[in-house]
Antibody, heavy 119, light 106 residues
C-alpha cells in the first residue's frame, strides 16, 4: 500500500525556519517525481515545489522561491522541504504528493502537516 | 498559466447532472487533472490527461476538453460527491490549480 506521511509542522515565528519531512512507503520512491502542495486555512490548493526522481531537476512557485528548498533522499525514501524566512502567509497545511507519471497528475497524497507562522 | 473555474459554487440535488468548467489562460493540450477534496482530507485524483478516469473512481465522473477549455461532469450526483473540485494544469512546471468549485446540497 502506498503511504506518504508528513511530519515537522508546527508553530513558528515570522522569520523563522522549519523543515518538513515526508516518509514514503509501498512503492519504489526513487522512480517517482514528488511535489509539495499547500493549502491555507479555508483557501484553495497551491502548488509549492517539484523535484525529479533523481533530484536533479527542481522547480518552485514564485511565492516561495529563494526561501524554500526541496530535497530528497532516495536511500531513506524521504522527501523534505526546508522553509526559511517564514511569513504569516506561509501558514497552511502542507501536503507531499506523488506525481503518477510526468503530466498525469498527483495520484497519492499524504495527510498533510500544519505550519502556523505567528508571533 | 492561470486557471479559472466556473461556477465557484453550485447547489445541486442527489441525482442531478453536474458540469464544472475549467479554462486555461493558454493552451495546455490535455495536461489537465481533476481532484475532489472533502473537508479535512487530502485531495483525491479523479481524472488525468483531461479525460482518463483514475483507477477506482466511479464511472459517473467524466472529463473532456483540450487546449484551453475543459469540463468535469458528474452524471448523477451521489451523497458522497458533495465536496470541492479543483482542476490542475501539468503542461508546464508551476503546476497551477484552479480556485475550486464547491458542490453543496440543495
Amino acid at each position: 500500500e502506498v503511504q506518504l506521511v508528513e511530519s515537522g509542522g508546527g508553530l513558528v515565528q515570522p522569520g523563522g525556519s522549519l523543515r518538513l519531512s515526508c516518509a514514503a512507503s509501498g512503492f519504489t520512491f526513487s522512480s517517482y517525481e514528488m511535489n509539495w502542495v499547500r493549502q491555507a486555512p479555508g483557501k484553495g490548493l497551491e502548488w509549492v515545489s517539484y523535484i525529479s526522481s533523481s533530484g536533479s531537476t527542481i522547480y518552485y512557485a514564485d511565492s516561495v522561491k529563494g526561501r524554500f528548498t526541496i530535497s530528497r533522499d532516495n536511500a531513506k525514501n524521504s522527501l523534505y522541504l526546508q522553509m526559511n524566512s517564514l511569513r504569516a502567509e506561509d501558514t497552511a497545511v502542507y501536503y507531499c504528493a506523488r506525481e503518477a507519471f510526468m503530466g498525469l497528475g498527483f495520484d497519492y497524497w499524504g495527510q498533510g502537516t500544519l505550519v502556523t507562522v505567528s508571533s | 498559466i492561470q486557471l479559472t473555474q466556473s461556477p465557484s459554487f453550485l447547489s445541486a440535488s442527489v441525482g442531478d447532472r453536474v458540469t464544472i468548467t475549467c479554462r486555461a489562460s493558454q493552451g495546455i493540450s490535455s495536461y489537465l487533472a481533476w481532484y475532489q477534496q472533502k473537508p479535512g482530507k487530502a485531495p483525491k485524483l479523479l481524472i488525468y490527461a483531461a479525460s482518463t478516469l483514475q483507477s477506482g473512481v466511479p464511472s459517473r465522473f467524466s472529463g473532456s476538453g483540450s487546449g484551453t477549455e475543459f469540463t468535469l461532469t458528474i452524471s448523477s450526483l451521489q451523497p458522497e460527491d458533495f465536496a470541492t473540485y479543483y482542476c490542475q494544469q501539468l503542461n508546464s512546471f508551476l503546476f497551477t490549480f484552479g480556485p475550486g468549485t464547491k458542490v453543496d446540497i440543495k
